[in-house]
């Protein structure tokens, strides 16, 4: 079963391979962070984890630039299931009205995990979004932002779902952010699955 340290290490490779397999493409590798019954919940996805993978494998063979930075790390755990928290920086680069942007969203991971065949796995994966920001790449550049769009979003992720839409994505509204109903109701949620 392994002590709490090991368990420990294990629940923070698991969390770090899956941004550096993710980053790179590496899809092969990547699928192997997955509990088989693994769920992603994302601004512009929601689903599966295999339909997770595909989409994400998809764009970024159509050049789709979204990284991940990966910051401090906690996890709870209890038998064999785990809750992780990841401190993270989400960073993508796109085109806004012809301004080529960088949106970087900065929140946690918020991992459900269980050991599957002997291995801690990720069975479900919830971002908390707790704050943004949008910079053109050439400082010079002049953008203007469309105030009905960006209010759509929660102020957590509001410029990371406003370059989505921009780019086509469907983005889901109301993710926990910082405070408030949806982030309490994910601690609830996560305090369950480790009882």
Not at 3 to 26: H, I, K, M, S, Y
Not at 124 to 133: A, T, V
Not at 157 to 170: C, D, E, N, P, S
Request: net charge negative; proline share 4%; charged share 25%.
């Amino acid at each position: 079963m392994g002590n709490n340290f090991e368990d420990r290490l294990a629940v923070r490779e698991l969390v770090e391979n899956w941004a550096v397999w993710r980053d790179a493409g590496d899809w092969e590798r990547f699928a192997t962070v997955w509990h088989p019954e693994g769920w992603m919940s994302a601004t512009w996805f929601h689903g599966p984890a295999a339909e997770f993978i595909a989409a994400s494998k998809a764009g970024f063979e159509r050049g789709v630039s979204i990284l991940h930075f990966l910051g401090g790390h906690t996890a709870d755990i209890e038998g064999d299931r785990a809750v992780a928290q990841t401190k993270m920086t989400i960073s993508q680069r796109a085109a806004v009205d012809g301004v080529e942007v960088d949106v970087v969203c900065t929140g946690r991971f918020y991992d459900f995990c269980a050991r599957h065949e002997g291995r801690w796995k990720i069975v479900r994966r919830q971002p908390i979004y707790e704050k943004d920001r949008l910079d053109p790449v050439d400082p010079a550049a002049e953008l203007v932002l469309d105030q009905e769009l960006l209010n759509r979003f929660p102020v957590g992720y509001r410029h990371l779902g406003y370059v989505q839409t921009k780019a086509g994505f469907t983005v889901r509204t109301g993710l926990p952010g910082l405070t408030g109903e949806a982030v309490e109701r994910l601690y609830d949620e996560g305090a369950k699955w480790l009882v």
